[in-house]
């Protein structure tokens, strides 16, 4: 894992400037302050980019594990897809991951 103080730039869903705007303007400008450099993805269907975009592993080198949460339900229109990766692809090498880090475990009382 690369750690987060050798990273040099931070992705965020579009969604996010547009449906909380305070909170985008704050964050746009500590960020900026600290001179990192902030990137908007198009086409996401959720603000969350932590869900859908890959972890880096190594430089140059991702892995995007699957974003299936149980908890959407019939709701699977609202699960940003894979094409996300092409606004991506300059990072390096993407590989795919089977994995699915998103499931909730049924629980029963």
């Not at 140059?60 to 149980?70: A, H, N, Q, S, Y």
Request: with cysteine.
């Amino acid at each position: 894992m690369v750690p987060d103080w050798q990273t040099n730039r931070v992705y965020f869903s579009r969604l996010l400037p547009k449906r909380f705007p305070n909170l985008w303007t704050e964050l746009e400008k500590t960020l900026k302050g600290h001179r990192v450099p902030v990137k908007l993805l198009d086409h996401t269907r959720d603000i969350w980019a932590r869900d859908y975009c890959p972890v880096q592993v190594a430089p140059g080198r991702w892995v995007k594990f699957r974003f299936e949460p149980d908890y959407l339900g019939d709701n699977k229109h609202l699960i940003t897809t894979e094409e996300i990766l092409e606004q991506l692809e300059h990072l390096g090498q993407i590989r795919m991951s089977p994995i699915v880090l998103e499931a909730v475990p049924e629980f029963r009382f």
